[in-house]
T-cell receptor, first 112, second 117 residues
Framework: SQKIEQNSEALNIQEGKTATLTCNYTNYSPAYLQWYRQDPGRGPVFLLLIRENEKEKRKERLKVTFDTTLKQSLFHITASQPADSATYLCALFTGTASKLTFGTGTRLQVTL | GAVVSQHPSRVICKSGTSVKIECRSLDFQATTMFWYRQFPKKSLMLMATSNEGSKATYEQGVEKDKFLINHASLTLSTLTVTSAHPEDSSFYIC?????????????FGPGTRLTVL
């Protein structure tokens, strides 16, 4: 079965810096990969989706890359703000019954 | 658009009782709904996939008699935790898929915190 690992459980960075989160997967490459934000006690909120034939996707201060050779996706937040503090989850579409498999998540803390 | 609600947001019950959690898609019809559970500082674990008008498909290790799922309409799915025990205490989250997106985008509810005493 697909195994997904996100590089670290927690990441602390200073406001204004770029946060980089990593998502690694084993086995087959998914058709697409998604990133979600989850705040404490809340459900995940969809942020970005990147397809296997796309190298990079941007949305405002967010950027996602997808390297099917390395089996890795990177999620960047530029000019980070304290409001960006949350847990970020990557998720892979398994291709079976529309199911998503989620990574363990990285808790980002942006300090002043 | 694409709003999913859950009710209740928080429930505390005694061991042995049953608890029903509702998941509603408010502004779209959900052909498929998913139920997840999440333990503290852990990721979402898919419990079951629910399709309107048919039986739910449960993930390996999830007891279907313990976690009853009903998807009676295109906007409502319910999860009933039967004879709840303290180990069932968790954060339960539903999501819905309209079936119209080619990327199977899922829209998540706000979650339900279940505490079994």
């Amino acid at each position: 079965s697909q195994k997904i690992e996100q590089n670290s459980e927690a990441l602390n960075i200073q406001e204004g810096k770029t946060a980089t989160l990593t998502c690694n997967y084993t086995n087959y490459s998914p058709a697409y990969l998604q990133w979600y934000r989850q705040d404490p006690g809340r459900g995940p909120v969809f942020l970005l989706l990147i397809r296997e034939n796309e190298k990079e996707k941007r949305k405002e201060r967010l950027k996602v890359t997808f390297d099917t050779t390395l089996k890795q996706s990177l999620f960047h937040i530029t000019a980070s703000q304290p409001a960006d503090s949350a847990t970020y989850l990557c998720a892979l579409f398994t291709g079976t019954a529309s199911k998503l498999t989620f990574g363990t998540g990285t808790r980002l803390q942006v300090t002043l | 658009g694409a709003v999913v609600s859950q009710h209740p947001s928080r429930v505390i019950c005694k061991s042995g009782t049953s608890v029903k959690i509702e998941c509603r898609s408010l502004d779209f019809q959900a052909t498929t709904m998913f139920w997840y559970r999440q333990f503290p500082k852990k990721s979402l674990m898919l419990m079951a996939t629910s399709n309107e008008g048919s039986k739910a498909t449960y993930e390996q290790g999830v007891e279907k008699d313990k976690f009853l799922i009903n998807h009676a309409s295109l906007t409502l799915s319910t999860l009933t935790v039967t004879s709840a025990h303290p180990e069932d205490s968790s954060f339960y989250i539903c999501s819905a898929n309209s079936g119209r997106s080619s990327y199977n985008e899922q829209f998540f509810g706000p979650g339900t915190r279940l505490t079994v005493l």
